[in-house]
Structure formats: structure tokens, C-alpha cells
């Protein structure tokens, strides 16, 4: 007895991830090829490649290597997915200090927890100093951005007195106002208190 066969149908038509991937594609090859069209594809990203996220601009950026006069621009006119975007991208796009750090001090002093996230990378672990980044830790706190955002939180803070200080002035001041104490915080703590 011969088993059925059943024919093949046409092939499955492309999803909508692999859709986005073939855009984010082409538009990274225009951009590593000097395409001034890019910027736009940067703005459009969003909506092309929904789920591919915050790293189909991150590729295009890396792709595009801009200066740092335009990746300034981009991050101040941009939309907050656009600044999101341009942090993260941070550490692949080779900006010196001078020009990097100001766009991680910039999204520190805001209260957009997801741009708090993304600016605690692998950059601001390398260029932050150790008075800013101690801020951005208590920063986390305050807001209740899980401090698992910061790149390198462990190397950072192991026997750093200065800031147990800062956590333990914090805690009491939450305590002294009834309100709770992060979890977060007995964690940090704790990392201050391993030897170097």
C-alpha cells in the first residue's frame, strides 16, 4: 500500500518579522554606503520594524556611523524611542566622551524610566564618573527602574563606601517618610559591602 502524497502548496508567504528584517537590511546597507536617506529610514523605524524594537534603529546607526554633531541632533530632536535608540547605540558608535556622556547626563535627569534604562549601558559604565554614576544608581531607586539595567553594577559598586553612604542616607530618609525602602537597595548595598 502506497502512501498519499500530498502536493506542496505555494511557499508560505513572508511574516511580518521577516519583512522588517529585509527593510532593516536594505536600509543598512544604504546607510553604510554614505545614502543620506538614512536619517529618514531612522525616523521611520519605528513604524517598519515593529517588532524587531529598539534595535532596528541601534543597527542603523552603527550602520550609518554618523559624527557626533549629528548623532547630538538626532538625540535632541528626536522622539523619546529615537533618544532610547541613540544610547543604546552608544558603544558601537565610537563617540568620544566629550560628546557621549552629555546625552547620558541629559537622560539622567529625566524621570522616562525605559531612557533611564537605556543610558545605564556599557557606555556609562566605561565614561561615567563615579559622583554621576552614583546618582544614576540612587536615580534607579527613586524611580523604581530595576537596577539589573546597570551595565557592570557589580564591579562598580564592590567597596564603594561613598556610595553605601548615599544608600543608607536614602533609605533613611524613605523610612523617616514612611515609605518603603526598594529592594533593590538592600541589594546594592550589599554589592558595596564585597571587598575590591
Same mark, same amino acid.
Given at each position: 500500500?502506497?502512501?498519499?502524497?500530498?502536493?506542496?502548496?505555494?511557499?508560505?508567504?513572508?511574516?511580518?518579522?521577516?519583512?522588517?528584517?529585509?527593510?532593516?537590511?536594505?536600509?543598512?546597507?544604504?546607510?553604510?554606503?554614505?545614502?543620506?536617506?538614512? =536619517?529618514?529610514?531612522?525616523?521611520?523605524?519605528?513604524?517598519?520594524?515593529?517588532?524587531?524594537?529598539?534595535?532596528?534603529?541601534?543597527?542603523?546607526?552603527?550602520?550609518?556611523?554618523?559624527?557626533?554633531?549629528?548623532?547630538?541632533?538626532? /538625540?535632541?530632536?528626536?522622539?523619546?524611542?529615537?533618544?532610547?535608540?541613540?544610547?543604546?547605540?552608544?558603544?558601537?558608535?565610537?563617540? =568620544?566622551?566629550?560628546?557621549?556622556?552629555?546625552?547620558?547626563?541629559?537622560?539622567?535627569?529625566?524621570?522616562?524610566?525605559?531612557?533611564?534604562?537605556?543610558?545605564?549601558?556599557? /557606555?556609562?559604565?566605561?565614561?561615567?564618573?563615579?559622583?554621576?554614576?552614583?546618582?544614576?544608581?540612587?536615580?534607579?531607586?527613586?524611580?523604581?527602574?530595576?537596577?539589573?539595567?546597570?551595565?557592570?553594577?557589580?564591579?562598580?559598586?564592590?567597596?564603594?563606601?561613598?556610595?553605601?553612604?548615599?544608600?543608607?542616607?536614602?533609605?533613611?530618609?524613605?523610612?523617616?517618610?514612611?515609605?518603603?525602602?526598594?529592594?533593590?537597595?538592600?541589594?546594592?548595598?550589599?554589592?558595596?559591602?564585597?571587598?575590591?
Amino acid at each position: 500500500m502506497t502512501a498519499l502524497h500530498t502536493p506542496a502548496g505555494p511557499p508560505a508567504a513572508p511574516g511580518p518579522a521577516q519583512d522588517e528584517r529585509s527593510w532593516l537590511a536594505r536600509a543598512c546597507a544604504a546607510a553604510a554606503a554614505g545614502d543620506p536617506g538614512w =536619517e529618514l529610514r531612522f525616523a521611520q523605524a519605528g513604524r517598519r520594524c515593529r517588532a524587531l524594537g529598539d534595535a532596528a534603529r541601534v543597527d542603523l546607526l552603527a550602520a550609518a556611523r554618523p559624527d557626533a554633531a549629528t548623532v547630538t541632533r538626532l /538625540y535632541r530632536q528626536g522622539t523619546a524611542a529615537e533618544r532610547r535608540a541613540v544610547l543604546l547605540a552608544l558603544p558601537r558608535l565610537g563617540l =568620544e566622551p566629550a560628546h557621549g556622556v552629555p546625552l547620558l547626563e541629559d537622560a539622567l535627569r529625566t524621570n522616562d524610566t525605559r531612557l533611564l534604562a537605556a543610558a545605564l549601558g556599557p /557606555y556609562a559604565a566605561r565614561h561615567l564618573d563615579a559622583h554621576a554614576w552614583r546618582h544614576a544608581v540612587l536615580k534607579c531607586l527613586f524611580t523604581g527602574t530595576p537596577v539589573s539595567c546597570v551595565f557592570a553594577l557589580a564591579g562598580r559598586a564592590r567597596g564603594d563606601g561613598e556610595l553605601a553612604r548615599m544608600l543608607r542616607a536614602f533609605a533613611g530618609e524613605r523610612t523617616a517618610a514612611n515609605r518603603a525602602v526598594p529592594e533593590d537597595l538592600h541589594h546594592v548595598l550589599a554589592l558595596t559591602e564585597e571587598e575590591r
